[in-house]
């Protein structure tokens, strides 16, 4: 399994940003799509957004859809997810999590093979 470190949550006021970076361990991520997924407490996994292996394919949920870019860079061996006008309601740990194969794009956490330990985002009013 391709090992996965999220970074860059923390505490946000709504209408602010941050940007989570999720760092692979093997170059074999470049063959990977890779997506995000949230989960608030007493809530169920769900998913945020996803990418593909050439970078060119993007899925969002709707509701992250304008506010959320997801991007990779293979140099780096890094996905990104930048996170605008956040709300409340976005409050949530974020995971990251790699799928070896890379199309189509999957919405469903199980279909997902690495993931990363989380990192919390929180967004007050």
Known sequence: QVQLVESGGGLVQAGGSL???CAAS????????????????????EFVAAIDSSGRRKDY???????FTI??????????????DLKPD????????ARRRSFPLSTQWT??????????????S
């Open 111 to 124: 279909s997902y093979d690495s993931w990363g330990q989380g990192t919390q985002v929180t967004v007050s």
């Open 19 to 21: 940007k989570l970076s």
């Open 90 to 97: 976005d409050t949530a740990v974020y995971y990251c999590a």
């Open 61 to 67: 949920a709707d509701a992250v859809k304008g506010r």
């Open 26 to 45: 093997e170059r074999a991520f470049s063959t990977f799509a890779m997506g995000w997924f949230r989960q608030a407490p007493g809530k169920d996994r």
């Open 71 to 84: 991007s990779r860079d293979v140099v780096k061996v890094t996905v990104f997810l930048q996170m605008n």
